[in-house]
């Protein structure tokens, strides 16, 4: 794709206020796929200067995607989900292991967002256990740019392992 996915036009499917969501998201995908293509799995969990590890940014924009999603559903985090957030940064996943858990969240995020009506944007949603104070589209636009915040990190990380 020479052209990045905010230049490509409308996701089908997907309203017109959560597109830029989406453009991010499939940009991220295709972007983390390209550069961990051939990525060495011994340093899949290496910190060089103590940075997180590209392991761990895998790791975590899965589940990041996966909690904030919850969240725009007006849902509390399962215990599997409050487990997988703990067990962010362990080593043991594969690169596969790990690429193709992204590649699903980020489909069934892509999915949400088709199902998402577009006047439910602006209702409150709480975050976490204290419910702090949100809404579907901050909950949701959030998603998207840290993703793309971590992304870039792992685009760092991965070209000072190389």
Not at 72 to 77: K, T, V
Request: glycine fraction near 6%.
């Amino acid at each position: 794709m020479a052209t990045e996915y905010w230049m490509s036009g409308p996701v089908d499917n997907i309203p017109a206020l959560l597109q830029p969501v989406a453009h991010a998201l499939l940009q991220a995908n295709l972007e983390i796929n390209h550069l961990m293509q051939d990525f060495p799995e011994e340093k899949l969990w290496e910190r060089p200067a103590g940075v997180a590890s590209p392991g761990f940014h895998l790791q975590h924009v899965s589940g990041v995607l996966d909690r904030l999603c919850t969240y725009a559903r007006a849902e509390a985090l399962s215990e599997a989900q409050l487990a997988a957030l703990k067990a962010e940064g362990t080593p043991g996943a594969t690169l596969h292991d790990l690429l193709e858990q992204f590649d699903a969240q980020v489909h069934k995020t892509l999915l949400q967002l088709s199902a998402t009506p577009e006047n439910t944007l602006t209702e409150f949603r709480g975050v976490g256990r204290k419910q702090l104070p949100s809404t579907v589209l901050g909950l949701l636009f959030h998603a998207a740019e840290h993703t793309m915040r971590h992304t870039g990190q792992l685009l760092v990380t991965v070209k000072v392992l190389s």
